[in-house]
């Protein structure tokens, strides 16, 4: 009897480690992080340890613990950074935001932030638990994309809040349903476009070097993207509907491949944004800001909230003032939303916000990868969409606290107040799991030496 030669052996690739170990170390980390953040913050502005940072750090503890024994168990070959990241982020965005409501005893919004958390949390478990195989969302396309564009129509019924009427207020809750609206039209967008990448690519008239598609093919996505992003600009939605188009560009030329629909993108992005920026009083407002932010201090009315954020991050330097120390509560009503990052730029000072910065990319890394390793077209458009959302949002949210581009009002995902972003943030990361789960699993062994090409299969067609 012989013993097994190497040639036997199964790839490489095939014995891919699960690393649920690498998962939990991380999520200790990042608990331990976060907690010290919290006692930091008690210490700096009290003198003392919060009372509850005991509760606290178990409570927070033991939903990252559930989080990872269903992971374990139900997405064993999932990438093992996305759920420690998510955690880290979110209890850093609690942490900073109790920290502001030290400032403002009146308006506490820590516990409402740490409810909805929960609920993400729980949402994240159910996408897990219940979505068993990503490509059954394909199946639901037209259904998705119906459900965003009622969700995002019915905010026109209800009052503008801070001249944008993107809220529905139900008793004493609120929320926006553009939030949820952006991962049902991902799921549309990445089901269309990979029935029909052949046609986008390959069929139409060719002008210069931009292979236009055929009207047939392209129409109705069109009409969707302009549909949404018409509903967005009535309600004065203009980071939604950059977010859109955005994601639309994105997902096109991931699909046809034709680098020229970034040019295209680019050029009716920045014809969009003049025309709007010209002819709607309340973005108009916010380019002026943006153009000429010393105008207030100028005519002698004090800063803006722009300026107060920029002399936040001048403050901070290099290491920042330290967690509870700084003054960018100084912003206003939107310190603990839009402008949360100006108190982690103050507190934290640049090395912090960099570490920020480089989660972000790496959770966005993370999920690019995941869809470029799965072979059918939909989950990898999926992935990459998914993917791409806190990708534009953070370019988004960044450039306006810091004066690159105008103010477009979203929130900072995850580190930011708002309940439906965090809930929604969640589901995208639970989604990725799920993909990432599957782009990682080994492929099924049929016989020796022949690798079954179960994924090819299954949706390789793009069908």
């Known amino acids: 009897m012989t013993a097994p030669s190497a040639a036997d052996d199964p790839p490489p690739q095939l014995r891919r480690p699960k690393q649920r170990g690498v998962e939990l170390s991380l999520l200790v980390g990042a608990v331990l ?22 509760r606290y750090g178990a409570g ?9 024994l269903v992971v374990r168990f139900r997405a064993p070959y999932a990438d093992p950074l996305l759920l420690p990241i998510a955690v880290l982020l979110n209890g850093l965005g609690l942490v900073l935001i109790y920290r502001l409501d030290l400032e403002t005893p009146g308006s506490r919004a820590a516990p409402a932030q ?10 994240f478990l159910t996408v897990v638990l219940v979505l068993r195989d990503h490509r059954v969302l ?44 952006k991962i049902l039209l991902v799921v549309f967008f990445a089901a269309y476009l990979a ?30 993207w302009l549909l949404s ?10 980071g939604t509907s950059l977010l859109f188009f955005g994601l639309f560009v994105i997902m096109l030329y991931v699909a046809t491949g034709r680098i020229g629909w970034i040019a295209v993108g680019l050029l009716l992005a920045s014809v969009g944004a003049a025309a709007v920026g010209m002819l709607e009083p309340h973005v108009h407002s916010r380019v002026t800001d943006w153009l000429n932010p010393y105008a207030t201090i100028e005519a002698g009315l004090g800063p803006s909230q722009l300026v107060q954020s920029l002399f936040a991050f001048a403050a901070g330097g290099m290491l920042g003032s330290g967690l509870g120390l700084g003054h960018s ?90 309940g ?5 943030n969640w589901i995208i990361v639970g989604l990725l799991i799920r993909i990432s789960d599957c782009a990682r699993r080994p492929l099924p062994v049929v016989e020796p030496g022949v690798i079954a090409r179960h994924h090819t299969s299954l949706e390789g067609s793009g069908k």
């Open 33 to 54: 992080i976060v907690v010290s953040g919290y006692v930091d913050v008690g210490l700096a502005k009290n003198g003392a340890v919060p009372p509850d940072a005991l």
């Open 60 to 68: 927070l503890g033991l939903l990252a613990l559930l989080a990872h």
């Open 114 to 123: 740490l409810v909805w958390s929960t609920l993400g949390v729980a949402l």
């Open 138 to 181: 394909a199946r639901y396309a037209y259904l998705s994309v119906a459900a965003a564009l009622g969700l995002m129509l019915v905010p026109v019924f209800f009052p503008a809040v801070n001249g944008a009427k993107i809220w529905i207020r139900l008793g004493g809750y609120s929320f926006q349903p553009a939030e949820f609206a």
């Open 195 to 224: 029935a029909n990448r052949n046609a986008l690519a390959y069929a139409g008239r060719r002008i210069w070097r931009l292979q236009l598609p055929t009207g047939r093919v392209l129409g109705p996505i069109v009409a969707i």
């Open 229 to 238: 992003v018409g509903v967005l600009v009535l309600e004065r939605d203009l």
């Open 329 to 418: 509560i100084l912003i206003g009503f939107a310190a603990k939303s839009d402008f949360i990052l100006a108190t982690a730029g103050e507190e934290l000072g640049m090395s912090g916000l960099t570490a920020i910065f480089l989660l972000y990319a790496l959770l966005v890394a993370r999920g690019y990868r995941a869809g470029l390793c799965l072979i059918g077209p939909f989950g990898r458009l999926l992935a990459i969409g998914l993917a791409s959302i806190p990708a534009l949002q953070v370019f988004v949210i960044a450039g306006g606290v810091m004066g690159l581009i105008p103010l477009t009002g979203m929130a900072m995902p995850f580190l930011a107040q708002g």
């Open 420 to 424: 439906s972003s965090v809930v929604t």
